[in-house]
Nanobody, 124 residues
């Protein structure tokens, strides 16, 4: 059974930075497409970023392009989300997810494994 555990969330002022981490256990991490999603109160879970097996290909939601960077370290079974120039609109619970497939996806229904989430709050 694959387990994912996020960390690194917290409270930050607008314009600040946070780095989220997601540690995976079980399964073959290097064969998972990894993604980050977020869910604000009363809203649907939205795609944030995704990364290919080897880390060479990434995709981002338009709302975070140029501010967020997804990366992975397959030796450490960990995926990261570096978030810079944070805005109050980025406030949400952030989830990492794993997909047992070679193709990246922006749809949350395509991801089989999910972490419990980590809260990110950006104050104005």
């Amino acid at each position: 059974q694959v387990q994912l555990a996020e960390s690194g969330g917290g409270l930050v002022q607008a314009g600040g930075s946070l780095r989220l981490s997601c540690a995976a256990s079980g399964g073959t991490f290097s064969r998972f497409v990894m993604g980050w999603f977020r869910q604000a109160p009363g809203k649907e879970r939205d795609f944030v970023a995704t990364i290919s097996w080897g880390g060479g290909t990434t995709s981002y939601a338009d709302s975070v392009k140029g501010r967020f960077t997804i990366s992975r370290d397959n030796a450490k079974n960990t995926v990261y989300l570096q978030m810079n120039s944070l805005k109050p609109a980025d406030t949400a619970v952030y989830y990492c997810a794993a997909r047992e497939h070679s193709l990246r996806s922006t749809r949350y229904s395509d991801y089989k494994y999910w972490g419990q989430g980590t809260q990110v709050t950006v104050s104005s």
